[in-house]
């Protein structure tokens, strides 16, 4: 089992910074793949960035793209998510997800983009990017 606990959300100028949390619970987060989703009011649930168990591989949707940095401390059991450059279209609820080992064994180290391949969820943490 894995808890995750997102922090760091707030509000925020246009052009303004964010960094967001996610604090993991359990032994297997060093061993696991780990993302960042969004939804904004009215929305699906988006994905934004992945990282793989050792932070070596990452990937992003393109609309965060070179303004958004996901990484991720072992050691402290925390996945990030640094935001520049902010827009008003970002935001929404930031979500932290984690695979799971039980359910998808050795490739649950590796990233992706897809919801269902997670199996843990943070109650998630608002964003709000004033224009």
């Known amino acids: 089992q894995v808890q995750l606990v997102e922090s760091g959300g707030g509000l925020v100028q246009t052009g303004g910074s964010l960094r967001l949390s996610c604090a993991a619970s359990g032994r297997t987060f060093s061993s696991i793949g780990m993302g960042w989703f969004r939804q904004a009011p009215g929305k699906e649930r988006e994905f934004v960035a992945t990282?793989?168990?050792?932070?070596?591989?990452?990937d992003y949707a393109d609309d965060v793209k070179g303004r958004f940095t996901i990484s991720r401390d072992n050691a402290k059991n925390t996945v990030y998510l640094q935001m520049n450059s902010l827009k008003p279209e970002d935001t929404a609820v930031y979500y932290c997800a984690a695979r799971g080992a039980d359910r998808w064994g050795v490739r649950a180290r590796y990233p992706s983009r897809t919801a269902d391949q997670y199996d843990y969820w943070g109650q998630g943490t608002q964003v709000t990017v004033s224009s």
């Open positions: 990282i793989s168990w050792t932070g070596s591989s990452t």
